[in-house]
Structures are given as C-alpha cells and as structure tokens.
C-alpha cells in the first residue's frame, strides 16, 4: 500500500511542476489531478478507519433499526467491505489508466491494479 501512495504523491508533485514551470495544466492534467487526488484520500481515509477500528453502533444511537447487525458485529442489508472498497480502487486506477498520457503512465497503473487484485 505504501508504493501506492508513494506513486499517487509522486504523480501530484509531477502535476505540480508543471505548473510551477508552465504556469498552467490543461483539462486533462486537472481531471487526472483531481482523481488522483480523490484516490490518495480514498487510501488515507480507509488507512485511518482500519487504524482506529471504526464502527458506528447504530442500534443505541436512536436509529429506527434500518441498518442492524448480524451475530457477527456485520450491518445487515448494504454491506460494505474490504472487497468493495479494493473493487473501487481497482475502477479507479482503471479510469486513470484509460485516460494515462503515455504507456508508462499505463503501465505504472496496471501494475498498481495487479498488485491491489493480489492483496
């Protein structure tokens, strides 16, 4: 995970620059900027709720019991997991690859998404 927001940090200084040394970024720069941008604090948000074990219990929080759990601690209904959370990333760096300006670009995403289908 830690290569991956290296490369996500590395890409926004690469932005950057080329501002610094342009002055300006053309649509595509700021749309891929901007999902970047997204993802690296999609990464940092999940980091922060995996590291302070977030859960809400709604069950004593004057909830009509819409979202209760299972005998497991789970929400019943909508589920949210770590699969989907490492499906949206894997769209993600999907779309960044489909709008990549070159094939390293493509290529450094591509091996991000495998690596993110391997964990």
């Given at each position: 995970?830690?290569?991956?927001?290296?490369?996500?940090?590395?890409?926004l200084e690469?932005?950057?620059?080329?501002?610094?040394?342009?002055?300006?970024?053309?649509?595509?720069?700021?749309?891929?900027?901007?999902?970047?941008?997204?993802?690296?604090?999609?990464?940092?948000?999940?980091?922060?709720?995996?590291?302070?074990?977030?859960?809400?219990?709604?069950?004593?929080?004057?909830?009509?019991?819409?979202?209760?759990?299972?005998?497991?601690?789970?929400?019943?209904?909508?589920?949210?997991?770590?699969?989907?959370?490492?499906?949206?990333?894997?769209?993600?760096?999907?779309?960044?690859?489909?709008?990549a300006q070159?094939?390293?670009?493509?290529?450094?995403?591509?091996?991000?998404?495998?690596q993110l289908?391997?964990?």
């Amino acid at each position: 995970m830690e290569a991956l927001m290296n490369y996500l940090c590395d890409e926004l200084e690469e932005l950057d620059q080329k501002v610094r040394n342009d002055g300006k970024l053309s649509i595509s720069d700021l749309q891929y900027g901007d999902a970047v941008a997204h993802f690296e604090k999609s990464l940092l948000t999940n980091e922060a709720m995996k590291k302070s074990d977030y859960s809400y219990d709604w069950e004593n929080h004057g909830n009509s019991g819409a979202r209760r759990r299972d005998s497991m601690r789970r929400f019943e209904g909508r589920r949210y997991s770590r699969d989907d959370a490492k499906s949206h990333m894997t769209h993600e760096l999907e779309r960044l690859m489909d709008n990549a300006q070159s094939q390293e670009e493509r290529d450094v995403l591509q091996r991000a998404v495998n690596q993110l289908k391997n964990m």
